[in-house]
Antibody, heavy 125, light 108 residues
Framework: QVQVMESGGGVVQPGTSLRLSCGAA????????FHWVRQAPGKGLEWVAV????????YYGDSVKGRFTISRDRSRNRVFLQMNSLTAADTGVYFC??????????????????WGQGTLVTVSS | SYVLTQSPSVSVAPGETARITCGGN??????IHWYQQSPGQAPVLVVY???DRPSGIPERFSGSNSANTATLTISRVEAGDEADYYC???????????FGGGTKLTVL
């Protein structure tokens, strides 16, 4: 059974950093891309970033480009989101989502077949 | 950047058919995917590649995509279908995933 689980959320002050972690099980980790998607309180879904199956490609949403970095550790079956220079606008639930494919341009449809339950990030002074 | 437009809300009576639309420039040329999100829950994929259903999703859920509008159709609506629904595409030009703003389905 496929499982995706986020951790690392919390309350942080503006201007600081936070690293989220996503663990995965129940499938061959090294063959799938992963995404981070966030949802501000009472708002819709906003895509944050994607990393390809082998970590060779990363793409980001405009609102986080240059501040957030997605990465993966094949040995630990984990995906990470390093978030720097956080502002109140970054507050929300962050979901880790498994891509149906390798998340490689030209080979993938880039959609999500498994999601974690989310981890809440609150940026507040 | 590519924009997907959804109506904020749709209301239907139980047993009726709900149609949730997603508008975009020449969206019919793209593959569109739909997610259902119940309150406090993670989204669930209900339709992918315009019209295909993941295993476990009832046949009552169907999709279509043509010209400038994609449609998620839910037949014989049940109370449990009440949720927010989001359309999604991949934009090759910007190398970004794009979500629609979401549609809240209310079952009267």
């Amino acid at each position: 059974q496929v499982q995706v689980m986020e951790s690392g959320g919390g309350v942080v002050q503006p201007g600081t950093s936070l690293r989220l972690s996503c663990g995965a099980a129940g499938f061959t980790f090294g063959t799938k891309g992963f995404h981070w998607v966030r949802q501000a309180p009472g708002k819709g879904l906003e895509w944050v970033a994607v990393i390809s199956f082998d970590g060779s490609n990363e793409y980001y949403g405009d609102s986080v480009k240059g501040r957030f970095t997605i990465s993966r550790d094949r040995s630990r079956n984990r995906v990470f989101l390093q978030m720097n220079s956080l502002t109140a606008a970054d507050t929300g639930v962050y979901f880790c989502a498994k891509d149906v494919g390798p998340a490689v341009a030209g080979l993938s449809s880039y959609y999500f077949d498994s999601w974690g339950q989310g981890t809440l990030v609150t940026v507040s002074s | 950047s590519y924009v997907l437009t959804q109506s904020p809300s749709v209301s239907v009576a139980p047993g009726e058919t709900a149609r949730i639309t997603c508008g975009g420039n020449n969206i019919g040329d793209r593959r569109i995917h739909w997610y259902q999100q119940s309150p406090g829950q993670a989204p669930v994929l209900v339709v992918y590649d315009d019209r295909d259903r993941p295993s476990g999703i009832p046949e009552r859920f169907s999709g279509s995509n043509s010209a400038n509008t994609a449609t998620l159709t839910i037949s014989r609506v049940e109370a449990g279908d009440e949720a927010d629904y989001y359309c999604q595409v991949w934009d090759d030009d910007t190398t970004q995933v794009v979500f629609g703003g979401g549609t809240k389905l209310t079952v009267l």
